[in-house]
């Protein structure tokens, strides 16, 4: 019986150290970009890092930019189009 809560601590030690290594790798980007107001999650940097995209670069590009997503969704652009041999909206 001792030997169970010996792996559950073990599991739950694992648990935590992985926590806490993706908290110490996100946690300068993410409040760098939360004091810039162009928040990110540090659930989106972990699926950036994951899919080999440079946190670093778009959390800076980001901030640079000075606006978050909110201020422009997608839904307001217009698209342009090439049609014979000029640009429409």
């Known amino acids: ?12 030690a694992v648990i935590a150290f992985i926590f806490v290594v993706i ?10 970009a939360r004091i810039a107001n162009a928040p990110v999650s540090i659930g989106k940097m972990v699926g950036m890092r994951l899919r080999r995209v ?3 670069m778009i959390v800076d590009n980001r901030i640079t930019a000075g606006k978050p997503e ?6 307001h652009w217009k698209p342009i189009t090439w049609r014979g041999e000029m640009w429409v909206r």
């Open 70 to 75: 909110s201020k422009f969704p997608a839904t």
């Open 1 to 12: 019986m001792e030997s169970l809560y010996l792996v559950g601590f073990a599991v739950v």
């Open 54 to 56: 440079p946190v670093g």
């Open 23 to 32: 908290l110490f790798n996100f946690f300068g980007l993410w409040l760098r």
